[in-house]
């Protein structure tokens, strides 16, 4: 029965979880990186490069091995989502940046997240797999990311108002999803889970800290305006826990390599809602009136 749900069914769950995501989306959504080029650039450059590199650093800092190792890398390449949008709403950020990013991830995500699981294989796994970047997983991610999201796009286009009426049930429908694989992923490999709690944790909450940091500070540094860094914090930080756990579990076939994300789709409302919280609360400084002599 277990082996029927991550086979058939959690597929078919992240289907809907990312036909929701397409729903969202337009193709002017895609386009829109033209309004935003210096934002983009810099956001999805931190997504693809620097995170990497950040959370490879975490790995062997907390000196994690094996199958563990590969799924904290498998979380990082994977990219943010409705969740991402969310958040970036309650903090005031450029949403409609966030739902770009999003777009543009979600694509780059299908090609970039095979090379990054490749990689991490054979640095932490060697001989001891063969995913590698083999034809049919690679077929598999690109099917499960982009074939549902290009349906939901076309349907958000053909059948407006059914879309918009579908939002909200498919919203729900999505939490199910990744309350269902969180359940799912850490059940199955429970004892993992237990011997490896605090290593998993504090990487998780800080891949998170770190991300919604990187995010915010380097778009900054680029001049780029507050909200959409605080678009691109949001983008960069929250990563689609649900897409990796399914990943780990039905297209690579490996249990354990699913706790680390399926921790983090628990923890990371804890740095996401504090982010939230202090990007709410901070304004744009007030230009004092010059005074005027003789007044």
């Not at 944790?201 to 998170?208: A, E, K, P, R």
């Amino acid at each position: 029965m277990a082996s029927l749900m991550f086979t058939m069914l959690l597929p078919l769950a992240l289907g809907l979880v990312m036909f929701g995501l397409g729903l969202t989306l337009t193709v002017a959504d895609f386009a829109r990186v033209l309004k935003y080029p210096k934002a983009a650039a810099v956001a999805l450059t931190c997504q693809i490069v620097v995170l990497p590199a950040v959370c490879l650093g975490l790995v062997l800092a907390f000196r994690l091995q094996g199958a563990l190792a590969v799924g904290v890398m498998l979380l990082v390449a994977s990219p943010g989502g409705i969740t991402a949008n969310l958040f970036s709403h309650l903090a005031g950020g450029d949403v409609a940046l966030n739902i770009t990013l999003t777009a543009i991830n979600s694509l780059l995500a299908a090609f970039t997240l095979p090379v990054v699981v490749a990689l991490a294989t054979w640095r932490f796994l060697g001989d001891e797999a063969s995913i590698g970047l083999q034809f049919g997983k690679f077929v598999q991610v690109l099917a499960i990311v982009l074939v549902p999201v290009a349906i939901g796009v076309w349907t958000r286009h053909r059948f407006s108002a059914w879309a918009d009426a579908m939002r909200q049930p498919v919203k729900i429908a999505s939490a199910l999803v990744l309350a269902l694989a969180t359940v799912g992923a850490l059940t199955q490999s429970f004892d993992v889970f237990a011997a490896n709690m605090g290593r998993l944790g504090g990487i998780d909450l800080l891949l998170c800290a770190l991300s919604l940091t990187i995010g915010y500070v380097v778009t900054r540094l680029f001049r780029v305006g507050r909200r959409q860094s605080i678009a691109s914090a949001m983008e960069i930080g929250l990563h689609n826990s649900t897409l990796a756990v399914i990943v780990s579990l039905s297209v690579i076939g490996d249990e354990v390599m699913a706790v680390p994300a399926a921790l983090y789709g628990v923890l990371m409302f804890v740095p996401a809602g504090l982010a939230s919280y202090l990007f709410s609360r901070r304004t744009e400084p007030i230009v004092a009136p010059v005074p005027v002599e003789g007044r």
